[in-house]
């Protein structure tokens, strides 16, 4: 197999090029979720690991069109995914799978995804009407926990009962899964409380700002669903 050239790129059309984007950083993102190393990886989509590893730790990296769809088949993915193409539109815009089956998830599957942490949503009921905003959250301690700042909506849930969500989406494949929370909200005040969060949780805050109060959701429920393809 010969070896890719890393820094030259063959002449094309504006119509060939990928869309921008990081696509490094996407192409590590997906091939870590599907737990690939770099050498799998490189030989499903036949070409030199050490090109894939240029690709991945340089982000204005502009591979050829044949490439970047071997790479997206290889990734179970589209070329427009991998190119940053969807960042601004939500997901879950293609069709249905030809036959897609949606299944109950038991309480260890629905534990193990929510462990994975990263972003979901709080739905928390207020005085004016029920909202939901998406968080930065780990789960610490058999709880899910995240930061923010005082005033915000998602402290308008403390004290009573509130739920949460996450969820995984593959476009590329018109499938996924979803787990629901419910149970209690409260601030975490104790220093060696707080101490112990700041140090086991692997999120932070996307929104960046001092956001110091850190909130607890006890799970008292939990549910989940997943849609595959048969």
């Known amino acids: 197999m010969a070896e890719q050239r890393a820094p030259e790129q ?6 060939d090029r990928p869309p921008q984007g990081d696509l ?30 240029h690709l991945e730790q340089h982000s204005t990296a502009a591979p050829e069109a044949g490439t970047l769809l071997r790479l997206a088949g290889a990734l179970r993915t589209s070329a427009a995914e991998l190119g940053g193409g ?10 249905a799978a030809r036959a897609p089956r949606l299944s ?6 629905c534990r193990r995804l929510l462990a994975a942490h990263g972003v979901g949503r709080i739905a928390v009921s207020t005085e004016a009407a029920p909202l939901i905003v998406p968080v ?18 998602s402290l308008q849930g403390l004290g ?11 476009d590329a494949l018109s499938q996924g899964w979803s787990v629901v929370v419910r149970g209690p909200a409260e601030t975490v005040t104790d220093p060696d409380a707080v101490r112990r969060l700041a140090e086991r949780a692997y999120s932070t805050p ?25």
């Open 86 to 95: 969807h960042v601004d539109l939500p997901p879950g815009i293609g069709h």
């Open 160 to 170: 009573r009962e509130v739920a949460f969500e996450v969820d995984r989406l593959d």
């Open 206 to 230: 996307w929104a960046g700002g001092e956001r110091d109060v850190w909130v607890r959701i006890g799970i008292t429920a939990l549910t989940g669903r997943r849609i595959d393809v048969r």
């Open 24 to 53: 490094g950083r996407r192409i590590e993102r997906r091939r870590t979720e599907l737990g690939l190393t770099q050498e799998e990886l490189a030989f499903r989509a036949a070409m030199a690991p050490s090109y894939l590893a």
């Open 136 to 153: 930065n959250y780990s789960v610490v301690d058999d709880a899910v926990v995240f930061r923010t700042r005082p005033g915000t909506v």
């Open 10 to 15: 063959t002449p094309s059309t504006a119509a």
């Open 104 to 109: 109950e998830l038991g309480e260890q599957e």
